[in-house]
């Protein structure tokens, strides 16, 4: 019942989502779906969590302390950061990290030279916005 009672919710939020074939999930209170997580443990509370997947956060920690340790960014790696930070934004986040996507846009036509200590800090401040969403 769950099940069908979610990909409901999920048909009037306009997300697309498979309900039949291999792709298709048996919901549960928390599951992934979409390259984010769904936690529904507090339905009867009236709300419920949609965070990006542990996977998607550890992979955007893992790029962006690799470039706080080189102290620089080449335009693929802006832009690939600038992609993952706006699927976040578009699709469960509203504009909680809307100002990083702008952020990492600047370095990603190439005309900008970041300065080390600032590429540093923004990384850093990224990181932590990126696990204070975590749930």
Known sequence: MLTLAFSVTLDLLGWEHAKEGDRALDFSEVFNLLGVTFNLNNVPLGNFVISNKDSRVEKLCKM?????????????????IQGLLN?????????GLKHLVSAFMQFTDGQRNAKSEELRCLCAYAKS??????T
């Open 64 to 80: 962006l302390e690799d470039i706080e340790t080189a102290g620089t960014i080449t335009v693929a790696r802006a832009s690939e």
């Open 87 to 95: 699927f976040a934004v578009s699709f469960y986040m509203g504009k």
């Open 129 to 134: 916005m990126l696990f204070s969403q975590k």
